[in-house]
Antibody, heavy 118, light 108 residues
Framework: QVQLQQWGAGLLKPSETLSLSCAVYGGSFSGNYWSWIRQSPGKGLEWIGEISHGGSTDYNPSLKSRVTISVDTSKKQFSLKLTSVTAADTAVYYC????????????WGQGTLVTVSS | EIVLTQSPGTLSLSPGERATLSCRASQSISRSYLAWYQQKPGQAPRLLIYGASSRPIGIPDRFSGSGSGTDFTLTISRLEPEDFAVYYCQQYGSSPWTFGQGTKVEIK
C-alpha cells in the first residue's frame, strides 16, 4: 500500500519561499502524477499543481507565476516551491498522487501546516 | 475553470438516518470524472467515490454516488457514528482540478 510522508518548514515570513517535499513509500514510482493541494479556511481545498512521470508540469493559473514542482525519481520524492509568500498562503499543504490521467487524488500525505507571519 | 457548488452547507442527522449530499458543476464534467472525499478533523481527505459512482476497495457499500453532466449526489444509506465528517466533491475532467466547498454532516 502506497503511503506519502511530507515535510518542510512550517513558519515563514512574508516574501520568503515555501519549500515542501513528499516521499513515496511502498509502491511503484512510475506512471503517476504527483500533486500538491492546499487547504485554508478562506479558500477551502485548492489544487496547486502537479508533475507527471514524463516530467511535464501543470499548475493552477492562480498560482502559476510563483510555483515550481519538481521530482527526484531516484529518491522517490517530489517537491513544491512557492515564492514570495504572503499571509494568504497560510494553509495546510498536502501532497497526493493521481495514478493516471483523469484520476482522483489517492492517497494523500498527512498534511503540513504552513503559517506566514511577520 | 469548473466551479463546484455543494449543498447543503451543513446536514444535521441522527445515526441510522440517510444522508443525501449534492454537488453541482458550472459546466458538464466529461465522462463523469467526479470524486467524493471524506475529511475528519486533523486528517487528510480520504477518497470515497470516483467516476461518480465507483467505490475504491475498502469503502463500505453504504456510500454510493450517482449523477452525470452537472448534477451529482453522494448518498450515505445509514449513518454510522464514524460517518460524521465533512464531504467534498472534486472534478478531474478539466484542469485546473477543482473542489467543492464541502458539506458538513453533523450529529443532530
Amino acid at each position: 500500500q502506497v503511503q506519502l510522508q511530507q515535510w518542510g518548514a512550517g513558519l515563514l515570513k512574508p516574501s520568503e519561499t515555501l519549500s515542501l517535499s513528499c516521499a513515496v513509500y511502498g509502491g511503484s514510482f512510475s506512471g503517476n502524477y504527483w500533486s500538491w493541494i492546499r487547504q485554508s479556511p478562506g479558500k477551502g481545498l485548492e489544487w496547486i499543481g502537479e508533475i507527471s512521470h514524463g516530467g511535464s508540469t501543470d499548475y493552477n493559473p492562480s498560482l502559476k507565476s510563483r510555483v515550481t514542482i519538481s521530482v527526484d525519481t531516484s529518491k522517490k520524492q517530489f517537491s513544491l516551491k512557492l515564492t514570495s509568500v504572503t499571509a494568504a498562503d497560510t494553509a495546510v499543504y498536502y501532497c497526493a498522487i493521481r495514478w493516471y490521467n483523469h484520476s482522483p487524488f489517492d492517497p494523500w500525505g498527512q498534511g503540513t501546516l504552513v503559517t506566514v507571519s511577520s | 475553470e469548473i466551479v463546484l457548488t455543494q449543498s447543503p452547507g451543513t446536514l444535521s442527522l441522527s445515526p441510522g438516518e440517510r444522508a443525501t449530499l449534492s454537488c453541482r458543476a458550472s459546466q458538464s464534467i466529461s465522462r463523469s470524472y467526479l470524486a467524493w472525499y471524506q475529511q475528519k478533523p486533523g486528517q487528510a481527505p480520504r477518497l470515497l467515490i470516483y467516476g461518480a459512482s465507483s467505490r475504491p476497495i475498502g469503502i463500505p457499500d453504504r456510500f454510493s454516488g450517482s449523477g452525470s453532466g452537472t448534477d451529482f449526489t453522494l448518498t450515505i444509506s445509514r449513518l454510522e457514528p464514524e460517518d460524521f465528517a465533512v464531504y467534498y466533491c472534486q472534478q478531474y475532467g478539466s484542469s485546473p482540478w477543482t473542489f467543492g466547498q464541502g458539506t458538513k454532516v453533523e450529529i443532530k
